[in-house]
């Protein structure tokens, strides 16, 4: 089997589950690696798939990395061993299928998400600013607006009026996408392409898919601005798509109950917070990273004219000297994306 070929790899004993995940996996035209139980270590796949029902606490971890790995049963009265999701099959078949397309997918792209732990956390400006700092380091970056609840990120950039494609312009398309095509097509900010959503209205899930698959093909790197709360079945697999997601918070009790839902949310991803304070009651970035249960992956300071600026139509990122960018540049170097 060639090393680039891409693999799915099940640790199990048990030939019922065998012959549900196997019957999954061909949909996507994929071989089927079994592992015996107890199996070890991890071997190098695309998607690591671990039988719930046979697991033992001497066995070692298939989960180490959850955006690649899943718990499966047969078995609806199972529950993964360490509190995460477990999809029942033959029920889940669809969304077992799902998690295999998008995890061994062959894409150039790193992608990252960015999520708002609550209204007005400014996660929209920080995937922006986000982009525009890999764009700095050279790297070809693209920024697609998801959050159908905002008014576009277009707006907010202040590039509404540039020509160029924006989602109703892909609405009902079901047909490919090229990649150097699509990216080309796109308004440019700061040496950033853009998708964003305006005022014709939201995403059109059908060929979402294929252009998100487009952008990633195209670029370096490729930043999500992923809606807040309630995310739809698609919504969430746009997050599977993920290498890492950003969750940003306040730092505050408000936000603290917010993290906790992404968390539950977006279970399986792997997430990291970045905190803005200071904190009006005395919680500690670190403290809330301890009580939500990820890492801090960056804490940075409000950038109080901010809100004043975009209104005079300032863009976020304009002030390279600013919190936002610095945290930004700090966020290139932490996920590795430069290198």
């Known amino acids: 089997m060639p090393d680039d070929e891409p693999l799915v790899a099940l640790r199990s004993g048990d ?11 061909v ?18 796949a695309d998607l690591l ?11 070692p971890s298939w989960t180490a990395r959850p955006h690649r790995s899943l718990w499966v049963s047969t078995d609806p009265d199972v529950q993964a061993p360490d509190g995460g999701a477990c999809l029942t099959l033959p029920g889940a078949a669809e969304e ?11 894409r150039h792209a790193q992608v990252v998400g960015v999520v708002g732990a609550r209204g007005g956390a400014g996660a929209s400006a920080l995937s922006a600013v986000l982009a525009k700092a890999c764009a700095d380091k050279g790297l070809g970056a693209a920024l697609v607006d998801l959050d159908a609840a905002g008014a576009g990120i277009d707006l907010l950039l202040g590039i509404e009026h540039e020509p160029g494609l924006r989602w109703a312009d892909l609405a009902g398309d079901r047909g490919t996408f090229p990649a150097q095509s699509l ?22 899930t059908g060929p979402c898919a294929q252009v998100l698959d487009a952008l990633t093909a195209g670029h370096d790197v490729l930043v999500l ?18 290498d890492v997601v950003l969750v940003l918070a306040t730092c505050d009790v408000i936000a603290a109950a917010g993290v906790q839902a992404a968390r539950r949310e977006l279970d399986g991803q ?11 009651g005395g919680l500690t970035p670190a403290e809330l990273a301890a009580t939500c249960g990820l890492p801090l992956a960056l804490h940075m300071r409000p950038e109080r ?12 990122g304009e002030q390279r000297r600013g919190p936002l960018m610095r945290g930004a540049r700090q966020l290139v170097a932490e996920l590795g994306l430069a290198t």
């Open 27 to 44: 949909l996507a035209d994929l071989p089927l690696v079994v592992h015996p139980p107890a199996a070890a270590p991890p071997p190098r």
């Open 270 to 280: 792997d997430l990291r917070l970045v905190v803005r304070g200071p904190a009006p």
């Open 15 to 25: 030939g019922a589950l065998i012959e549900e995940v196997r019957a999954v996996v």
């Open 183 to 204: 990216s080309m097509a796109l308004p440019t900010w700061h040496g950033v392409r853009v998708l964003s959503i305006d005022w014709r209205g939201g995403i059109d």
């Open 96 to 106: 077992v299928l799902a998690r295999v397309r998008l995890c061994t997918r062959r």
């Open 49 to 59: 798939l671990d039988s719930a029902s046979e697991w033992s606490p001497q066995d």
């Open 305 to 316: 004219s901010l809100a004043a600026a975009i209104e005079r139509g300032v863009a976020p």
């Open 225 to 242: 601005d992923l809606p807040r709360a309630g995310m739809s079945t698609d919504q969430r697999r746009w997050a599977q798509l993920c």
